[in-house]
């Protein structure tokens, strides 16, 4: 089912309440400045989001307003040209603008947290007795598209959801519908019952609502926005609901307050203008921090490291110039290419920064076997320098020796804290096992994730540390199993920063006669089945640069 009123109905407000606003006593030249305004706005969330998400791996979140952004600008655009024109009929269209709702849509995102998308399509149905993954964050840290956005070229309607806040947990539809309208529209629909004596509840907003209430646009909108919520999840709950009504004042009319308290009977959020501040707050740093904070704030003091980070740490790739050799491969040329663009190793460690650091036996066993069999003298050093304690080396000359191995060395901060302490199974039996009563169930779901993924991102969830990885294979795998885990809560979600690309070794030439790695695959605690047990009866790490 789609959202009645998207384009111009009575309940949505987009064109229908906007000539009282847009002209009147403001004047076209006062909804020029304010389309002006608006869109400086805009502008400025968007620098904003640009400076909060630099460096960030999910560049797309930059552009979450960009829908919402392109709409003021043709407004813009639009009021210039009538302003301009002798036609007589510009102002009459000038006067029903679209911009009282843009304000009203950009009003709202200003008083929410946390927001993910504005004016954003998602899948209205059918959904065949499933739910469809919402767009929003999962994992502490990552933004997720979901399932929910329609493909191109595919026959899927779907409906815009004007604020998608809180994480995702939260969707709002905005309308600019005033209290005489909604009065209009009850007696339209012959349910307005001022003094009637029908005591017909019409599904539990009053006493004497009648029963065709559900035919008032407003209440078709709440009900479909209901409906198309509960199609839908963001960490294993649906999305809650809302109306966004900064022009319906309670406490004003009777018939109007049952109306509103109706539409929350259904389960549907419901702000009217009487709740908020008005006008509306200017915006601040304190409403952009609180609209788009930044994902840094959520990392805890000490990170979990996976293998995928450890490599692209000790890779040459990330830390020299390479030429590119006739026996490279496309992933090879193409880390190299992207590595003169974007390079990798400062965004790593401006992110491990001052923290501390662990990593699983699991994940510096998969490192260690990955350099010895096919890792460069370099590699191998920068693998000591990583993960190999030495009493006889202080922090600052290990980490001194491991920016002489970059020519990324300034971006490297002189605070990391090397060497990453690896975690002992033995030491800390449960580990990567968690007690809060879904954690035989997580171990389930996670047996699909390959090792060492899997004990990474078990431990780092069970000791309630943010997980680095560049793994985003895994990361995706991550969130469809534990949406399908109905005894998660979305406060149990473990933590993630992620990466969008990693940093492979060099590895060898094909046909030179050294060895190669082979995947990990399976748990070695119980039965290794990847000769890694024979690997490390005979290897040994190498000894540090002098």
Request: net charge neutral.
């Amino acid at each position: 089912m789609t959202i009645a009123g998207d384009h111009g109905d009575s309940a949505s407000g987009e064109s229908t309440a906007a000539p009282a606003a847009a002209a009147g006593s403001d004047g076209g030249g006062d909804a020029l400045r304010r389309a002006k305004q608006l869109r400086a706005e805009l502008e400025r969330f968007g620098e904003h989001l640009s400076a909060v998400y630099e460096g960030h791996f999910q560049e797309f979140r930059k552009d979450m307003h960009a829908s919402l952004y392109h709409d003021v600008v043709s407004e813009v655009e639009s009021l210039e040209r009538e302003m301009g024109s002798a036609d007589p009929l510009s102002a009459h269209r000038v006067s029903s603008s679209n911009l009282p709702y843009l304000h009203a849509i950009w009003d709202a995102a200003k008083a929410s947290g946390d927001v993910v998308k504005l004016r954003h399509p998602v899948f209205s149905g059918p959904f065949g007795g499933r739910r469809v993954l919402a767009p929003g964050i999962r994992l502490a840290g990552v933004m997720s598209h979901g399932d929910s956005e329609p493909k191109r070229n595919q026959d899927r309607r779907s409906v815009r959801v004007d604020v998608i806040c809180d994480g995702g947990l939260s969707w709002y539809k905005v309308s600019t519908v005033t209290n005489r309208r909604l009065l209009f529209d009850m007696a339209r629909e012959a349910v307005y019952c001022g003094d009637s004596d029908d005591d017909d509840g019409g599904g539990g907003g009053g006493d004497d609502i009648a029963p065709y209430v559900e035919d008032v646009p407003l209440v078709k909108l709440a009900r479909s926005l209901k409906m198309i919520s509960q199609g839908h999840q963001i960490r294993n709950v649906s999305p809650t609901p809302g109306l966004f009504l900064p022009r319906v004042l309670e406490g004003e009319h009777a018939d109007v307050d049952k109306l509103v308290q109706f539409c929350r009977a259904m389960g549907v959020k419901v702000v009217c203008g009487s709740a908020m501040s008005l006008p509306p707050p200017p915006l601040s740093e304190d409403v952009l921090r609180r609209m788009a904070p930044s994902p840094r704030g959520g990392i805890t003091p000490e990170l979990n490291i996976d293998t995928s980070v450890l490599v692209a740490l000790a890779s040459d790739i990330a830390h020299c110039r390479i030429a590119q050799q006739p026996w490279f491969g496309h992933s090879q040329r193409d880390h190299i290419e992207l590595e003169l663009v974007a390079p990798l190793a400062p965004r790593l460690c401006s992110v491990l920064g001052r923290r501390a650091l662990a990593c699983t036996g699991e994940a510096a066993r998969s490192l260690a076997r990955i350099v010895h069999t096919m890792g460069t003298a370099a590699e191998n050093a920068r693998a000591h320098l990583l993960l190999t304690p030495d009493a006889s080396m202080t922090r600052e000359r290990r980490v001194e020796a491991f920016r002489a191995l970059s020519i990324h060395g300034d971006g490297i901060p002189a605070h990391l804290q090397l060497p990453i302490r690896v975690a002992s199974l033995a030491s800390d039996p449960d580990g990567d096992r968690r007690d809060d009563g879904v954690g035989a169930s997580i171990q389930d779901r996670l047996k699909t994730l390959a090792q060492p993924g899997r004990s990474v991102f078990s431990y780092g969830w069970a000791k309630g540390l943010t997980t680095v990885t560049c793994n985003i294979l895994a990361v995706k795998q991550l969130e469809k199993r534990l949406e399908e885990l109905p005894g998660l809560s979305a406060t149990q979600w473990p933590s993630v920063w992620a990466f969008s690309s990693s940093r492979p070794l060099i590895g060898v030439p094909k046909g030179s006669g050294q060895a190669r790695a082979r995947k990990h695959i399976g748990d070695c605690r119980v039965v290794c089945v990847c000769g890694l047990e024979e690997f490390f009866m005979r290897a040994e790490l190498p000894p540090g640069p002098e």
